[in-house]
């Protein structure tokens, strides 16, 4: 399914090197082919099984970050939400290692190596640290998964031991204290740095931390998660605040850096003109976030926030605004 008609390409070895040369990319979703359609993309003499992951792939961008916070204006499931999943981008089942051993079995590779569960976790403690949060909540099912899981777990708690002052040593049987949310939201507006001491971190077992989201979604803060469970617990707390069209996403890699929307291309609505550019603008607050400019992502925000609350909803969320209504009034906002 390539965009380039003329050379049948739609991610070159160019883009991959002034990706490589500026370090940061800001992306828009690209539309995978269908499984039956077999096809790959090769790049710098590697192939991969579509756009989106030549770039995640051979820049290593480790940490797919995915806010999920509930914006005025807009009718949701649930009022207060204020999540960020930080899922490992790099393996678990998602690294395509599986086999048939017979005509009627097929076996599939879970991959948790140490390394990319403690830098992970590094990264997610750092993360919730820098951006004010109170709480960094690492999921698995260590109960079942008593290898692969566990590693996940332990290599956690390692680095949280060695970040924190103090650690929680909460049961992942046990459902979580509930605590106000008293620290800054993943809105730029309020970002305040978290002392090693007033951050807590925990686990739970991914399975009934679903319940409680759903019972309580206020409980928590800062998700850590294999690849499986944050691709799962991202798209839930995307339906929680009404759409994962609200949902940003940053992929982090120890050099380089891409941002772009939860969602993918959506090409039924094509040329329709009434796509929602939430995902797209919010993608924009985390690059700037990342980048340091953090008074352009705060009012990037704000025009988006005050644009919904004035009542310019796409169709997606109830609204008949196009997505040149959207663009219009945030743009008008940001320069008045």
């Known amino acids: 399914m390539p965009n380039d008609k003329r050379s049948g390409v739609y ?15 800001f992306k828009g979703p690209l539309t995978i082919p269908p499984t039956e359609a077999k096809t ?14 030549v770039f995640r792939k051979y820049f290593q961008l480790f940490a797919n970050v995915r806010p999920a916070k509930t914006m005025p204006g807009v009718p949701a499931p649930f009022s207060n939400v204020d999540l960020v999943v930080i899922r490992e981008n790099t393996e678990d089942v998602y690294t395509g290692e599986e086999r048939w051993v017979d005509d009627n079995t097929v076996i599939c590779n879970k991959r948790i190596t140490r390394h990319a569960s403690e830098r992970i976790a590094r990264y997610a ?41 103090t650690s929680s040593t909460t049961s992942s049987t046990k459902s979580p204290t509930t605590s106000s949310n008293t620290s800054a939201t993943t809105s730029p507006t309020t970002a305040s740095t978290t002392s090693a001491a007033q951050l807590r971190c925990d686990d739970h077992l991914a399975d009934s931390c679903l319940t409680r989201l759903v019972l309580a979604p206020r409980e928590f803060d800062v998700l850590c998660c294999p690849n499986l469970y944050g691709d799962l617990v991202s798209d839930l707390a995307g339906g929680m605040i009404g759409s994962l069209g609200l949902c940003p996403s940053g992929n982090i890699g ?26 797209q603008i919010l993608s924009a607050v985390l690059m700037l976030q990342h980048l340091g400019e953090m008074d352009a992502a705060t009012r990037l925000h704000a025009a988006l926030s005050d644009t919904f609350s004035a009542g310019t909803l796409p169709v ?21």
Do not use: W
């Open 40 to 53: 790959y993309v090769e790049v710098k003499g590697n192939k991969y099984t579509s756009g989106n992951q």
């Open 254 to 279: 120890e050099r380089h850096a891409l941002f772009e929307p939860a969602h993918g291309s959506a090409p039924d609505i094509a040329g329709k003109g009434i796509a929602n550019p939430a995902s």
């Open 316 to 336: 997606d969320l109830g609204g008949n605004a196009t997505t040149r209504d959207i663009v219009d009034s945030v743009v008008s906002r940001l320069t008045a």
């Open 125 to 165: 403690i750092e993360f919730a640290q820098r951006m004010g949060r109170r709480r960094v909540t690492a999921l698995h099912k260590a109960n079942v998964c008593k290898q692969s899981d566990g590693l996940f777990l332990s290599s956690f708690k390692k680095i949280a031991n060695e970040l924190t002052a």
């Open 11 to 25: 991610i070159s070895d160019e883009h991959v090197d002034v990706f490589d040369d500026i370090g940061v990319l």
